[in-house]
T-cell receptor, first 113, second 117 residues
Framework: AQSVTQLDSQVPVFEEAPVELRCNYSSSVSVYLFWYVQYPNQGLQLLLKYLSGSTLVKGINGFEAEFNKSQTSFHLRKPSVHISDTAEYFCAVRADSWGKLQFGAGTQVVVTP | EAGVAQSPRYKIIEKRQSVAFWCNPISGHATLYWYQQILGQGPKLLIQFQNNGVVDDSQLPKDRFSAERLKGVDSTLKIQPAKLEDSAVYLC???????????????FGPGTRLLVL
């Protein structure tokens, strides 16, 4: 079985500042890793995913994440946030190519001017 | 291309009543998922369909929850009778569902927010 831990439940950040959201996972097998964003009253939207290959993954809206196998982490970063990045961010793992996603509890990002 | 559609968007019921949610996946997507998202938690998979067959329903409380996808397209999720702890957002997602290919992306609908009083 897999599990995901998002280490911060809420991250306040000023506009144009960098942000990092931490995600650690545990699994006895190789996994695929995902970051989703959920804007208020909307469904989840895929930001980026790690399947294999380069450990640095670039996604939409200027986000990127780095897979670290030795630390079992997949932290999400953005060098300069906008007000519109205020949302909840979910890290997720999947053990096979089309099975269920196991989500973390989410990190609420609040961007203020 | 139209996304995943869900209805209703909001529902308020009293405990012990029944409720049903509807989902229409992206056209051509064979795999359909229902997730339950309780406030402050990440989504949890309730059931996964491949066409009209169930792939995984291990976390579906079968004494009160049921789901069907009769024609392999749209799907309904029912709760009967509802309990207070069923208050949550119910998310539907779909993916192409072609086994053996690259890892698939799941596309999520806007969700149905259920409040049980």
């Amino acid at each position: 079985a897999q599990s995901v831990t998002q280490l911060d439940s809420q991250v306040p950040v000023f506009e144009e500042a960098p942000v990092e959201l931490r995600c650690n996972y545990s699994s006895s097998v190789s996994v695929y890793l995902f970051w989703y964003v959920q804007y208020p009253n909307q469904g989840l939207q895929l930001l980026l995913k790690y399947l294999s290959g380069s450990t640095l993954v670039k996604g939409i809206n200027g986000f990127e994440a780095e897979f670290n196998k030795s630390q079992t982490s997949f932290h999400l970063r953005k060098p300069s946030v906008h007000i519109s990045d205020t949302a909840e961010y979910f890290c997720a793992v999947r053990a096979d190519s089309w099975g269920k996603l196991q989500f973390g509890a989410g990190t609420q990002v609040v961007v203020t001017p | 291309e139209a996304g995943v559609a869900q209805s209703p968007r909001y529902k308020i019921i009293e405990k012990r009543q029944s409720v049903a949610f509807w989902c229409n996946p992206i056209s051509g997507h064979a795999t359909l998922y229902w997730y339950q998202q309780i406030l402050g938690q990440g989504p949890k998979l309730l059931i996964q369909f491949q066409n009209n067959g169930v792939v995984d329903d291990s976390q579906l409380p079968k004494d009160r929850f049921s789901a069907e996808r009769l024609k392999g397209v749209d799907s309904t999720l029912k709760i009967q009778p509802a309990k207070l702890e069923d208050s949550a957002v119910y998310l539907c997602a779909s993916s192409l569902g072609v086994s053996g290919t690259a890892v698939e992306t799941q596309y999520f609908g806007p969700g149905t927010r259920l409040l049980v009083l």
